[in-house]
């Protein structure tokens, strides 16, 4: 629905254009959207303002861009382009999907005219991200690649002694701890990572940092540690830290005394391994940080979503591995345990404990979990608020008029409760003025995102 859009702000996967007159930004953003993770362009819409404004002659636009976007981008990309009209006004939607590329403008060549998506900003991309995109295109993950280095066996041994298996040579090829180059069988990058010798040598930045602070800033550090270990035992370090910095809470039953954790000790450990496993390791420079205050742990890992993957899909279960060998032999250890189910399984964990709800970041190309020790603070829903939401979760949208008709009042004491309601999140004004008498309302975000099941 077209409304969706409205409920947005521009980003990742979103963005608006008043009119095709810059087609040379609005080619940059089709580059950008293949490339990264797809995206709808709305054009006849104030970028800011999200005021519509519409098109005066919609269908030789359309015409205009699908010519552009064929002759100018190469490989041949072709988006669904549709004509929709809304609130009188003629809009176009360019649909971009996500494709193996990597997508450039034929003007300026693949080295200059590459463009990646960063929030919502397009980048150019550099020879790092250009690697990326390569290895998509040969269905390969960086984590694959034939690497020189020696494996630990014994780690390997020790590694599965916790699943009662006993290793062989098939195993770790079909893993992907090994692979043919050459004719020789040689470790791969993930196999370095997981169980090499060398790892510290070969890939410097293989480490995660963790500390802990003094308040709810990092003025001031009470502890730290550097973790160089093999990755399946860099988890078991990692939590083994983060859980002699979280305070623990002793309940008093009936009859015993039970000790609760800070924070859900599942949300933590899956939190840490979501970082390990999503990591990109091909960035220089850029390691694992876990920051613990005294009110919030932090867990940043390098490189962002995978290509292909927004933090929508990934919240609704929808898997896509950034490192294959990584995620095989975690899966196979059963430090994961279903594919796509961390994210949702994090902010189930902390719902039960009634905590509020975990933050999920994706900026400057990383990525970052927050997990809160607040309790949540529920929302008091009037019964004047309650009927507006009720008729927008049957209706696409309102207008202000009808608002004031609906609950039988003046346009300007109409005014200050929506004023009111829009500053708590739970509707989106799509105008430009306070005043505006067609103003249009919808549901906003942060009640889109509550629990169906709470009670106001």
């Known amino acids: ?29 089709v580059v950008a959207f293949a490339n990264t993770s797809g995206g709808v362009i709305v054009v006849g819409v104030k970028d800011k303002s999200k ?27 072709v988006p669904e382009i549709e004509l929709i009209a809304y609130r009188d006004k003629e809009l176009l939607i360019i649909r971009v999907p996500h494709v193996a590329g990597p997508y450039f403008l034929k003007k300026e060549g693949i080295e200059k005219g590459t463009y990646v998506r960063f929030g919502s900003t397009n980048r150019l991309v550099d020879e790092e991200m250009m690697s990326s995109l390569k290895l998509i ?41 090994y692979t043919e180059h050459f004719g020789k069988q040689v470790p791969t990058v993930g196999g ?27 003025e001031k550090i009470i502890d730290s540690i550097e973790i160089t270990s093999a990755l399946p ?53 850029c390691h694992i940080q876990v920051a613990i205050f005294s009110d919030r742990i932090e867990i940043t890992n390098p490189g962002g979503l995978p290509f292909g993957q927004t933090l929508k899909k990934a919240l609704s279960g929808y898997s896509r ?36 709800d975990p933050l999920f970041e994706e900026e400057h190309n990383q990525f970052r979990i927050t997990l809160f020790s607040l309790k ?24 202000s008029q009808e608002v004031a008709k609906l609950w039988k009042i003046s346009n300007r004491a109409t005014r200050t409760r929506l004023k009111k309601m829009i500053e708590n999140g739970i509707i989106m004004r799509i105008s430009t003025s306070e005043k505006d008498p067609h103003a249009v309302f919808v549901l906003g975000e942060r009640f889109l995102e509550k629990d169906s099941n709470e009670k106001f």
């Not at 980003?11 to 007159?21: D, I, Q, V, Y």
């Not at 950034?322 to 994090?346: A, D, T």
């Not at 009037?382 to 009720?390: F, P």
């Open 192 to 218: 370095i990572l997981l169980f090499g010798k060398d790892r510290q040598e070969n890939l410097p930045d293989a480490i995660i940092r963790l500390a802990c602070f003094q308040g709810n800033t990092k």
């Open 1 to 29: 629905m077209i409304a969706d859009f409205f409920r947005e702000n521009e980003g990742k996967t979103l963005e608006f254009k008043e009119n095709t007159k810059g087609l040379l930004g609005i080619l940059k953003t």
């Open 233 to 285: 035992f860099a988890v078991i370090e990692g939590m083994q830290f983060i859980e002699r910095h979280v305070s623990i809470e002793a309940k008093i039953g009936k009859i015993f005394r039970k000790d609760v954790s800070q924070y859900p000790p599942f949300a933590i450990r899956e939190a840490l391994i979501n970082a390990i496993v999503h990591t990109d390791y091909a960035m220089k420079g």
């Open 376 to 399: 949540k603070r529920k929302i008091l829903i009037n019964a004047w608020e309650k009927k507006l939401i009720n008729y927008l979760q049957s209706n696409e949208s309102i207008k």
């Open 321 to 356: 591995l950034r490192n294959r060998v990584i995620g095989r032999v975690f899966r196979e250890l059963k430090l994961i345990e279903q594919w796509g189910s961390g994210l949702q399984r994090i902010i189930e964990t902390c719902k039960k404990m009634g905590l509020q």
């Open 51 to 77: 005021e519509v404004l519409g098109l005066k002659n919609p269908l030789l636009e359309e015409e205009k861009l699908a010519n552009t976007i064929s002759d100018s981008i190469s490989p041949l990309l």
């Open 137 to 177: 295109a040969s269905n390969r993950t960086f984590d694959e690649l034939p690497f020189k280095g020696k494996i630990d066996v014994g780690l390997i041994k020790t590694a599965f002694q916790w699943i009662k298996k006993e290793p062989n040579n098939k195993t770790c090829q079909t893993l992907g701890i």
